[in-house]
């Protein structure tokens, strides 16, 4: 194992290995560790992406997708179903990935690019010089060590603990830490072309739960709750056993997964001197739908140039690197960010009566464009009543 590199990549999910292929292919020395014995199992994802999305950061292969979704459906807690087909669902719909393959393909890339990856190997402290960043101290396959490099890219995922360590704040909210469980369940009776969202108190407080096809009787079925609202005997995975047993009493759950999704604002500083955050670790979660590989992805590859540029200008200083934090705040996806955590904080305040008025008011139309903007257009315009507050809504939108 070599002990000095221009950049060193915590974790290896999407982000790290995004930012591992990108920083390798710019020509620099790269070393990837991963605390896991295996790249992409367990794997804690519903597994679902936008198409185009994907296809900004790689083309798609049939490896490691399981199914190609044709439509969506928000289904609302009175049964009343909102149907979006491709065209107006935009990131709702689209590939249900196989993420233990997927996984191990963008790694296998970054390795192919030439960074050296080593698994079962852990950061555990960050190398601190005159307050700067300058590589890990490691536990590998159990032995201490330490990786020297002029930039750490920290993509240690939701339980991330790197950035902590050296000094930015990453605290989540307990009520903003959504708290998932799901089976992948085979023999069920399902719509293989669609992803249902399932909305209400009963069913998800605060959260939505989820069926993504894997196949014809195959589907990822899980759900998310917030932290706050999770406790004994209504845990998110108690919420889904009435689920199931209710709408899958006779399938088969052949995997359980547990894990927490950040749905709170991003870190308020993604940069220190000699670091870079990305991915779940900088909380680039959409709040809304908790889907955060698209923005693993593009925080991963966008960390990964700064980090070149600055190394061959010679300066890694927090000012230097600073460009990575103002451009993913200023992308599309940082404003989607923004806007959807308004979004979130509105539509989590609202009760099933309430749900259930607005889905009615708007199921029957047919979008010529889906965007929040659109329908929030619709939900006023259908529901006088509800005027004050939606135009609220609006207004933080504006
Ligand atoms: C139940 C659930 C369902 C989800 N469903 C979807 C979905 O359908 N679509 C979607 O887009 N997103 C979904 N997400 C979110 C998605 O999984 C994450 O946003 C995505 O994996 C983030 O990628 P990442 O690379 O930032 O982090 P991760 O994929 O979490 O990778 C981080 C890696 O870092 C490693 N690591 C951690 N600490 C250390 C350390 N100290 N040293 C070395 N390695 C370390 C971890 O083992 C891990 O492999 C879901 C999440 C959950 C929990």
């Given amino acids: 194992m070599k002990s000095n590199y221009d950049i060193l990549v915590i974790g290896g999910g999407p982000a790290g290995a995004l930012a591992a292929k990108t920083a390798a292919e710019a020509g620099n020395s790269v070393c990837l560790v991963e ?24 083309k798609p292969d049939p490896c490691w997708i399981s199914a190609d979704i044709e439509s969506a459906r928000i289904i609302a807690p009175n049964g009343t179903a909102i149907k979006l087909d491709q065209a107006r669902a935009g990131n709702e719909v689209g590939y249900v990935l196989d993420r233990k393959v997927f996984d191990r393909e963008l790694v296998w890339q970054a390795a192919e690019a030439g960074a050296d990856v080593i698994v079962k190997t852990r950061a555990t402290a960050p190398i601190m010089e005159n307050g700067a960043v300058k590589g890990a101290k490691i536990l590998s396959c159990g032995n201490p060590a330490e990786i020297r490099a002029e930039v750490v890219i920290a993509a240690d995922g939701t339980e991330a603990q790197f950035a902590r360590w050296a000094g930015l704040d990453t605290t989540v ?26 909305l209400g108190n ?12 894997k196949g014809d009787r195959t ?31 006779n399938g088969k759950t052949i995997e359980l997964i547990a894990g927490g999704v950040p749905v709170c ?6 940069v220190a001197d ?14 809304i739908t908790g889907g955060g590989i698209g923005n693993a992805l593009y925080t991963g590859r966008l960390a990964a140039r700064v980090a070149s540029k600055c190394i061959e200008a010679g300066n890694c200083s927090k000012e230097a690197m600073m460009p990575y934090d103002t451009e993913w705040r200023a992308s599309k996806m940082g404003a989607t960010i923004e806007r959807n955590y308004k979004v979130k904080e509105y539509f989590i305040t609202l009760d099933d009566k309430k749900l259930n008025t607005l ?29 004050l507050e939606l135009k609220a809504l609006r207004d933080t939108l504006a």
């Fill in 202 to 213: 009963e069913i998800a407080p605060e959260g939505y739960l989820w069926v993504f096809p």
């Fill in 35 to 58: 605390k896991r014995p295996a790249i992409g199992t367990p794997v804690r994802c519903a597994e679902g992406i936008g198409k185009e999305l994907l296809k900004e950061f790689i």
């Fill in 173 to 198: 909210p307990l009520r903003e830490m959504m708290s998932c469980a799901q089976y992948v369940m085979t023999d069920i009776d399902i719509n293989a072309g669609s992803t249902d969202f399932y």
């Fill in 265 to 270: 604002r991003p870190l308020p500083c993604t």
């Fill in 219 to 249: 589907a990822n079925v899980g759900i998310g709750i917030t932290g706050r609202k999770s406790r004994d005997g209504a845990r998110a995975k108690d919420y889904l056993d009435k689920f199931v047993a209710k709408n899958f009493p």
């Fill in 359 to 387: 889905a009615d008011s708007i199921a029957s139309i047919s979008f010529s464009e889906f965007s929040v903007a659109a329908l929030i257009k619709e939900l006023i315009k259908r529901n006088p009543k509800m005027l």
């Fill in 274 to 287: 000699g670091l870079l955050v990305a991915g779940d670790a900088a909380r680039v979660v959409d709040p």
